[in-house]
């Protein structure tokens, strides 16, 4: 079992940077693949970013990418999602996920281990 808590939303004006983080405790953090997934309200959850558990491996949605930044710190077991050049359409609930699986995941159903997720707003 591993259990996430992501933290760092706020609110932060277009332009603006947030810094997310989610700690992972239970099982050994670093056999898993981590990602982070939004919903905006009225939307369905969609796939943001991923890192495989060995660092340089990251993969990004088109919308955020040359904006987000997905890193990993396994001594800590902490994930990170630096979010620069905010725009209003990132407005969603963000959650942190874990999975077992191999490849570059990016479906709900291929992630066994969900937070519940931290509001950032972004206003214009």
């Known amino acids: 079992q591993v259990q996430l808590v992501e933290s760092g939303g706020g609110l932060v004006q277009a332009g603006g940077s947030l810094r997310l983080s989610c700690a992972a405790s239970?099982?050994?953090?670093?056999?898993?693949?981590m990602a982070w997934f939004r919903q905006a309200p009225g939307k369905e959850r969609e796939f943001v970013a991923g890192?495989?558990?060995?660092?340089?491996?990251?993969y990004y949605a088109d919308s955020v990418k040359g904006r987000f930044t997905i890193s990993r710190d396994n001594a800590k077991n902490t994930v990170f999602l630096q979010m620069n050049s905010l725009k209003p359409e990132d407005t969603a609930v963000y959650y942190c996920?874990?999975?077992?699986?191999?490849?570059?995941?990016?479906?709900?159903?291929?992630?066994?281990?969900w937070g519940q997720g931290t509001q950032v707003t972004v206003s214009s």
């Open positions: 996920a874990a999975a077992t699986g191999w490849g570059l995941l990016r479906r709900q159903y291929e992630f066994d281990y």
């Open positions: 239970g099982r050994t953090f670093s056999n898993y693949a």
């Open positions: 890192i495989r558990w060995s660092v340089s491996t990251t």
